[in-house]
């Protein structure tokens, strides 16, 4: 269980276009998802918290109008990434809480997607 | 969240025991201690979390000192699926939010 899958795995586009990438959990609802982004040799960065049916929170640093995120069900949360530059070439990762096994085991872990690879041309 | 110490990057043979350290002397009574793991090219993974006892799964030990100034990951018999950068990461109980802030982690290699 506590699947989360991410689609496209990987896009190439050209500079200045938009991107999509999805963000699903299948198995299980998700109030609150997240997004990361991941530079090559370095660390995981939080970009947003995603919440089921209001705006995302984005931590500092972030242009929200740069990185759209939506939610709007849950099990379903999308980041796009408008005028995509080749600075935005990244590795882009989404993780899922599942609260309903929070509330009965108390064990508050994230569960992530596999990745989607952005190249920016 | 209190910030967490981690070595660089650490090697193991294949088959052999791994104990991974990490530091947090800031750390406050409501902070559980988490570890995630992470293959190459691939999202993050739960390995295990406590708060003040020794915890076991079918993944890993954690080891938790005393003062919880410290702790161990310890994974009993380290297999190539074991390389990863292994994150040690505090979360506060009362971090509604269930934000993850990632550190710089431990770069595993596991020789065969």
Known sequence: GAVVS????WVICKSGTSVKIECRSLDFQATTMFWYRQFPKQSLMLMATSNEGSKATYEQGVEKDKFLINHASLTLSTLTVTSAHPEDSSFYICSARDLMRLAISSTDTQYFGPGTRLTVL | DAKTTQPNSMESNEEEPVHL???HSTISGTDYIHWYRQRPSQGPEYVIHGLTSNVN?????????????????????????????YYCILRDASN????????????????P
């Open chain 2, 96 to 111: 509604q939010g269930g934000k993850l802030i990632f550190g710089q982690g431990t770069e595993l290699s596991v020789k």
């Open chain 1, 6 to 9: 991410q689609h496209p795995s």
């Open chain 2, 57 to 85: 799964n079918r993944m890993a030990s954690l080891a938790i000192a005393e003062d919880r100034k410290s702790s161990t990951l310890i994974l009993h018999r380290a297999t190539l699926r074991d390389a990863a950068v």
């Open chain 2, 21 to 23: 350290p990490c530091n």
